[in-house]
C-alpha cells in the first residue's frame, strides 16, 4: 500500500496516499558544457547569487534563469526540496513544463526545472549532486529532486472510491502511471 500522508488539521476529514513519484529535472541546452550542479549550486543559480556560467565550469555567459511561476507544484516542491531558494528578479517566468522545456531548449545559456518526463531531445538534464535523473535513481532516492504525486480522498470514502483507490495501486495502475510519465509509488 501507498504511504497514507499526515495532513494539517484542516484537512482531517481527508486521506492523502503517495500514488506516484516524479523527479524533477534541472535542464540545460544541449550544447551546455556543464553537466553536474551541486543542490548549493541550484540554489545559488535561482537566487542570482551565481549569474554567469563560468563560476559553473561552462563558458563566460550570463544564465538565463526559466522558473514556473508562483504556485506551481514543481516551483514548490523545487523551493522546499532545494531549500532557501528565492527567485531571482530576472528569471523568466512560465506557466507550464512545456514552455520552460522550450525557452531551455531555445537558449544554450537557460537553466530550468520541469518533470523528468518532459525531457526530450531539444533539453538535456544536468547530474544533481553527481546523480543523473533516472527513474532507476528517482526509486532508489540516489537523485535528490524527487516529489510525491498524492491521490486526496474523503476518510471513510464510498466503495467506488476504494476500489479506484485500489487499482491506482495495483500492478495494473502502477504501471499505467509509468506509462503516463510518473514514477511508481512501489
Known sequence: MADLVKLPDECRNLDARVVARDGIAVIVHPSCAVTNLTCDQIRDV???????????????????????????????????????????????????????GETVANDARAIGYLSHGMVNAKIRAVHVNGNACTVENIMTGDYLLVRPIFLMTRKNAPVATQRFLAFILSDAGQAQIKKDGLIPAK
Do not use: H, Y
Open 46 to 100: 535561482f537566487n542570482g547569487a551565481i549569474a554567469n556560467w563560468k563560476a559553473l565550469g561552462g563558458p563566460d555567459a550570463p544564465i538565463t534563469v526559466v522558473s514556473r511561476e508562483a504556485g506551481s507544484g514543481t516551483r514548490t516542491s523545487m523551493e522546499q526540496i532545494v531549500g532557501g531558494m528565492k527567485l531571482s528578479s530576472g528569471a523568466i517566468i512560465q506557466s507550464s513544463g512545456g514552455t520552460v
